[in-house]
C-alpha cells in the first residue's frame, strides 16, 4: 500500500526558507514520478516541481531559481527546498506519487498517490 507522509511545514517571514519532506512507503521512489504540488484557499491545486525516475525535474515559473526539488533513495524520501519564500507561496503543500516512473507533468490529475499535505505560510 503506497503512503505519504509530508512534514517540514510552518511559518516564516519573507525571504526565508523551509525544507519539504515526504516519506514514502509501500514503495520505491526512484521507480515513480513524484512531485510537490500546493493549493491556497479559493485557488486550485497547482503543480510546483516534480522529478522523474530519471531524475529529471521541471518546475513551475513562479518557483523556478527558488525552489529545489529532490530524493533521497535510500530513505525513500522525496524532498522541496523552498528559498526567498514570499506571501504568495501561502499554501497547503502536497507530495503526490504516479507509477509511470517516466511521467514528468505538473498536473495534478497525472498523480494516482497523494499525502494529506503540510501547512507553509509566510508572512510579510
Known amino acids: 500500500q503506497v503512503q505519504l507522509v509530508e512534514s517540514g511545514g510552518g511559518s516564516v517571514q519573507s525571504g526565508g526558507s523551509l525544507r519539504l519532506s515526504c516519506a514514502a512507503s509501500?514503495?520505491?521512489?526512484?521507480?515513480?514520478?513524484m512531485g510537490w504540488f500546493r493549493q491556497a484557499p479559493g485557488k486550485e491545486r497547482e503543480g510546483v516541481a516534480t522529478?522523474?525516475?530519471?531524475?529529471?525535474?521541471s518546475y513551475a515559473d513562479s518557483v523556478r531559481g527558488r525552489f529545489t526539488i529532490s530524493r533521497d533513495n535510500a530513505k525513500n524520501t522525496l524532498y522541496l527546498q523552498m528559498n526567498s519564500l514570499n506571501p504568495e507561496d501561502t499554501a497547503m503543500y502536497y507530495c503526490a506519487a504516479h507509477p509511470r516512473g517516466w511521467l514528468l507533468s505538473l498536473s495534478p490529475s497525472s498523480y494516482n498517490y497523494w499525502g494529506q499535505g503540510t501547512q507553509v505560510t509566510v508572512s510579510s
Open positions: 509501500g514503495y520505491t521512489i526512484s521507480s515513480y514520478a
Open positions: 522529478i522523474n525516475s530519471h531524475g529529471i525535474t
